[in-house]
Structure formats: C-alpha cells, structure tokens
C-alpha cells in the first residue's frame, strides 16, 4: 500500500489539519513530472528541470513549514491532556477532603445527599479520564504516522531530486531536537492510574472488601499465566486499556508530583546458568518433567549495589513450579558458585536474630544446600544475560490479577565457551565491560553476534485459580484482541539461547518462525476469528453437554466488546442474530429431548449393557430420531452453527487434493503409453500382445476418469464441509487388480506361446 493511503486512512477527523500535508510535498517535489518523463529521474533531462529555487521551496515547506506545524500541533495537545488531567486531580483532592468533613459530621440526611453528589462528580471524572486516555492514544498514532511522513518524503526527494542535495540529514537533526516523536507518555500514565485506582475504590467499595478477602485466603494459592507479544505501535494502546483496570504499580512510593517529574519504569536483569552440553535448555524444549532453571536476579545497575537474588525454578509434571531463593551479596556469588563458599555469615546472622523461626533458618540451609547441589552436579555457569524495562500493574492488597509489560527488551552471551575469545572473564561471574560502564539498552557497544534484542514487547498475565469464578470480561477481551499475539510456554531463558547459541543445540522453540513473519492483526479479521473460536467451543460445550446430561451452558453468546472498541459494530448483525439463533434452537431441542427422555431415566443399567445400540440416551435418541416434537416457538434449524460464516479452508487442503488429482494422471499417462508401445511393437498376427494393449488402454481411461471424479467429489465435500471420510478404496483396488490379471494373463500366453514353437 502506498503511503499517501495509508495517511488517508490513519487520519483522526478531528485532527485532520494539523497533520503532514503529503500531497503538497509531492506537488513541490513535481513528482508527475518525473512519472510521465520517459527518461530515468537521474537523467539530465529530469536535472534540468529542478532548480534551486525549487529546492529552497521544498526545504522550506518541509521543514519550516509542516514539521513545525506538526511539533506545534502535538506540543499544545499535550499540555492541555497534561491540564485536564491536573484539574481532574483537583476535582478528587476537594473531593476528598469533602468526605473527610463530612465524616465528622453527624447529620445522615446530609451523608446521603453528599454521597449522591460525590457519585456524580466521581461518574463524570471517570468519564473525563476515559477520554483524555483516548486522547493519549490517537495523540502517540498522530506523532507515529507523521513522523514516517516526514522520512518518507526526504527518501522521495534524495531518491528522485538528490542528485546534488540531501534532505534526510538535516531532517534527522531537526527531528532530534524536536519531542514529539520521542515523548514520554508513562509520567502522565502513572497519573491516570492513581486517579483510576481512587474512582474504582469510589464506585466500587466492596470490591476492596473482596481484595481482603481475596488475600486472607490466597495464602499458597496457584496461579495461571499467559503470555503474549506485543507490537510497539500498539503498546500505548495495551498500556493505557490495562491502566482503566488495573494501577501501575510503582516500585518505589512516592508522590505523583515527584513520579511525573522522572520515575522511570525499573530494569530487571537476569543472568541464566547452563553447562556446555546446554542441559537445561535442552530439558526445558523437550518438556522433561521436573525441568529445572537457574538464574541471578537484580533491579537496576549492579554498579548501584542492589539487592540480588538466586533462583531456582522447577517445572512439574502438573504444569504447577517450585521455586527456591534466597538474596546473596555481590562479593560472595563467585564463591558461592565455585562451592567454597556455603552463605555460613548470613545464616549465622539469621540464628543470631530473636524473631527469626528456626524453620525459617533450617530452610534458609537447606535452599543454600540444593541450589549449590545443582551447580555442582549439572557444572553451571552464567551463559546468557537478559535485560528488559518491566511496567507491572496490579491493585494494592489484591493479588487475583497481576500483570507485566516487558519491553526493551535484549538477550546477551554471558559465557566464557570459547577459551581463546571468551565474553565472560571465566574467572568472574559477570560481564564487567556491562555493569560497571553502566550499558542501557539498546547496547549498542556490544558486537554483532552476541546480543539478540527481541523485537516486541511481552505481556505476562497472571490470574489467580478459582474454579468457581470465571476470568474477568475485560481480561478476555485483551487476550482475544487484536493487539496482542498469544505466545504461550514462551521463555527467556529459551529464547535466548536459541538466538544466541544456534549452532550449540539442535532443538528450537516452535515460536521461532513466527518472529520471521509480522504479529499486527486487522482489528475486523481479529474479531471474527475469536467470534468462530467461541461459536466452535460453544458447539463442542454443547455436545459434550448432551453426553452428561447436563443443559447447553449460558455463556454460549460470544461478547460483542472489544479494547479496539471501533470495529466490534462493524460486523453484521444479521449474521449475530443468526448464529445466536442457531444455539437458542439446539438448546431448546436439546430440553425437548431430555423431556421426552426422563421417563427411561429408571431403565435397567444390565438391559443398557446387554443391549448398547438400543441405547436411551439423549444424544443417541437425538441421531435415531427422524422427527421429533418441537416445543412452541422453536424451529429446526437449517445448518448447524460449523456450517455458518465464510468457507475457509487451508490451502494445504486444496493442494493435497489437487496433488492426488495429478498422480492419477501420471498413472493414466505411463498405463497409456505402456499400451501404445506395446500395441505398436507387436506384429499383426500377434493378437495376444494387441488384446493387452486395449486392456492397458482400458486400464489407463479407468484410472484417468476415476481422478477426475475423486478430484471432483472431494472439491464438493471440501465446500460442504462434510464430516465423511475422504477416502475411498475401490478405484486403487480395480487397478492394482486389473494390473495384475493382465499380467499373469500376459505371462502365461507367452508361455504358452514358447511351448508351441518348441514342439513345432
């Protein structure tokens, strides 16, 4: 797609004049000039006819004109989000200070009408924040799209006018020293989650009753996890959906004064341990039971002495994982990691403590004992370094949902394998040209081959088992959303050495192909594939209903909602109707029959096994049943809900069929010109040789027809999409066997003919 559409179509209305105008760029540039010339643009034809007045006009179109309008344009937008959202702090913090009076007053007629008003005022600055949050998204796709405006017209005008001056340099500095391609939206995130967080508490106050309750129960409790990847153009939008729900949680308190002013989100690095055989990875691939993964741990630079931890996590066969971990200085890792050190000063610190368990203790010994066990006995040393900014969020005191955005995220060879061009001095546990120089992503000093920075960001949600409770709407919409990539099992430690060290191990992740191809999704293909996900699973819910006895389950209608929230009322409602319709009927026959069927509830279990194709069961007097009584408004549908929507079949599908059709015509072609060499290297009075080519002949026509009839028949069922089998045994039968009788019908004329001339 050309650019000049793709602008047309990401433009907001209301913003419509403020954004690059493209098309006048093209004009000064006189592109239809050098498009109708039938000389090259480098010709000197096309060179005459641009001056210098021409390119001042350009330059000062492009950059005096349109990109300071667009800085301008993006500027003021910003600082009016920035003072709508200082007014809506305001508005809460005289909200707050309200209910405190008014707590302190006795009056409950009073109580109740300011808790009326303060219901409102909260209700319209929820609404407030919804929309300055959507003005913070279009605002980051405006500043997106108009900056590969302005690079696409400098590479238009040097590609085609370039010959003596170039735009891009001096563009690439002007837009440098401008902001609105590099800013920083996350202070003003953190913002609007502290406000969102408050209104939540405000509207909703027993679900903070629910998170005391959640957390007083929740000791020891499993999580799930999901993972995805998501595209940097959409990590605004996944940022700013998730805030609505969920605040960000910042590491280090503070006020929100000081968190605008430069609290930056935290960097986590971990520093991965394997052998040279790559064990553990190998282990992890393959899904060994009870794989095993040992790693360092640390928030910041190392430079600035943070707390580090060793970890070590074990995979179950349950899917469940243990995990042991305990802090160790910076002076003590090599040691500890070469056994001559066993953390004896931090456990005599721990017994020297009055308030410390001797369980505590006792544990703190034997988690030293089996992480320095592991070492020794699979002989680890750091092999991979992983560094990634990590924004969580998750509400204060209720830990049902927790969620994690991993971006910037690069891998990096931390081994010393190659003894004559080591990365990691062998005799120290870390690389220092990183920690102490205090490197930041992206890295760029690091060479070529030892750093792999991973192209998206990952989302990590982790949702508190209950089997009681289903997981929240909004949380499904988000997983089921165009704007993230569902990357299950998906692991650092994995991915990083599968990038890094190709040629060491001989097994890959299965995700490794999808970092070859694009993740970004069309919101309305994303949206109708999920409603055929749930249509499907509803079908299956469904049939699996009638084996049990149990009814259709409710939640069959798929939601309409999405976090695009654009392109949800474009899909048709004649076909949302329909499909609903469609499982509102198969419910109500499937009461229908359990209704007739109640009577045999007390039917003989010994009858039932004697007798199995007799049997009484909902499902299988469904399939028996040629008609059956419908209850009053209920109508028999006409297709089922898998014949529904579009035909969509896998191009696979079509080819192997096609690739069938072509093999029979290979046989057909070698039986024809078997028969025709054979008819025409016979003599006339060779009759037995002539009779077998016509039956070759026959051969040949059988096997051709019969192609092309299978061809034709499976297209049909293909279409149908119908549940019989593909295969079909006779026309391989009737050849193999006609081949073979005219064979030994072949052979045993020559013998005999042989016998004729002997006693001739």
Not at 503 to 530: M, Y
């Amino acid at each position: 797609m050309r650019f000049g559409k793709t602008l047309q179509d990401a433009i907001y209305e209301p913003w419509k004049p403020y954004y690059v105008d493209y098309k006048k760029l093209k004009r000064l540039l006189r592109e239809d000039q050098i498009s109708a010339s039938r000389h090259p643009p480098s010709s000197s034809s096309a060179r005459q006819t641009w001056t210098e007045e021409d390119e001042g006009r350009f330059v000062d179109e492009l950059v005096n004109v349109q990109l300071e309008k667009v800085n301008t344009f993006h500027a003021d937008t910003y600082q009016s989000l920035r003072d709508r959202t200082t007014k809506c702090e305001a508005v809460l913090e005289k909200l707050t200070s309200q209910g405190d009076k008014g707590s302190d007053q006795g009056d409950p007629s009073q109580g109740l009408n300011q808790d009326e008003d303060e219901n409102d005022i909260s209700e319209n600055t929820l609404k407030e924040l919804d929309k300055i949050t959507e003005g913070i998204n279009e605002l980051e796709k405006y500043s997106r799209i108009n900056y590969t405006g302005f690079l696409k017209a400098a590479k238009k005008h040097d590609r085609r006018r370039g010959s003596n001056y170039k735009v891009r340099p001096l563009l690439q500095v002007r837009l440098a020293a401008l902001p609105f391609n590099s800013e920083d939206y996350s202070p003003l995130l953190y913002r609007l989650s502290a406000m969102y967080m408050y209104l939540r508490h405000q509207l909703q106050p027993h679900n903070g009753q629910a998170a005391v309750e959640s957390a007083l129960k929740g000791a020891g409790s499993k999580y799930k996890s999901y993972k995805f990847w998501v595209h940097p153009e959409n990590l605004l939008e996944v940022k700013t959906y998730i805030v609505r729900h969920l605040p960000v949680l910042v590491y280090n308190p503070q006020t929100s004064k000081i968190v605008e002013g430069g609290q930056h989100d935290p960097t986590i690095t971990s520093l991965y341990f394997d052998n040279p055989q790559f064990s553990l990875y190998s282990d992890k691939v393959s899904k060994v039971a009870e794989a095993s993964s040992l790693r360092l741990r640390w928030f910041g630079h190392l430079s600035d002495k943070p707390e580090i931890f060793i970890e070590k996590k074990t995979t179950q066969e349950s899917g469940a994982s243990d995990e042991v971990r305990f802090p160790i200085k910076e002076k003590y890792i090599q040691p500890f990691i070469s056994g001559s050190y066993k953390m004896e000063k931090q456990l005599e610190k721990l017994q020297n403590r009055q308030r410390v368990e001797p369980r505590d203790i006792q544990h703190m010994r034997e988690s030293v004992e089996e992480i320095q066990r592991f070492l020794s006995e699979k002989d680890l040393h750091p092999v991979l370094r992983a560094n990634y900014t990590r924004t969580a969020f998750q509400i204060p005191g209720d830990d049902r949902i927790r969620m994690s955005l991993d971006t910037a995220m690069a891998f990096i060879r931390e081994d010393a394998l190659d003894h004559d061009r080591p990365c990691r001095d062998p005799e120290d546990w870390h690389r220092t040209d990183i920690d102490y120089n205090r490197m930041e992503f992206p890295f760029p000093n690091i060479k070529q081959g030892e750093i792999s920075r991973f192209p998206y960001a990952l989302l990590d949600i982790k949702i508190k088992e209950n089997p009681n409770k289903r997981i929240n709407e909004w949380v499904t919409e988000l997983m089921s959303s165009h704007l993230v990539k569902e990357a299950p099992k998906f692991s650092r430690f994995v991915h990083g050495i599968a990038q890094l060290f190709e040629d060491n191990v001989n097994t890959f992740p299965f995700w490794l192909s999808d970092l070859e191809t694009g993740i970004r999704k069309d919101p309305e293909s994303a949206f109708q594939e999920e409603q055929e996900k749930i249509a499907k699973r509803a079908e299956d819910e469904q049939a699996v209903g009638s084996f049990l006895g149990s009814k259709s389950p409710s939640s069959l209608v798929p939601p309409v909602g999405s976090p695009a929230g654009k392109f949800a009322q474009r899909i048709s409602s004649q076909d949302h109707i329909h499909s609903i319709n469609e499982v509102e009927t198969d419910r109500g026959l499937s009461e229908a029959v359990e209704t007739d069927t109640r009577d045999y509830g007390t039917e003989s279990s010994a009858f039932r096994s004697l007798l199995p194709s007799f049997s009484r069961s909902k499902y299988a007097l469904t399939r028996r049943r040629k008609s059956l009584q419908l209850p009053p408004g209920v109508r028999e549908p006409g297709r089922l809900i898998k014949d529904s929507g579009p035909v969509r079949v896998e191009p696979k599908v079509w080819l192997a069929n096609q690739r069938t059709f072509v093999k029979w015509q290979h046989i057909c072609v070698l039986l024809a010109t078997l028969s025709l060499a054979l008819y025409n290297g016979a003599s006339e009075s060779n009759s037995v040789a002539r009779g077998l080519a016509v039956v070759y002949v026959l051969i040949a026509v059988f096997a051709g027809g019969w192609g092309w009839w299978m061809y034709i028949v499976r297209s049909r069922m293909i279409e149908e999409r119908s549940g019989k089998d593909f295969d079909n045994a006779l026309g391989p039968t009737v050849v193999c066997l006609a081949l073979a009788v005219a064979l030994c019908l072949n052979f045993e004329f020559q013998v005999h003919a042989n016998g004729n001339k002997k006693r001739d």
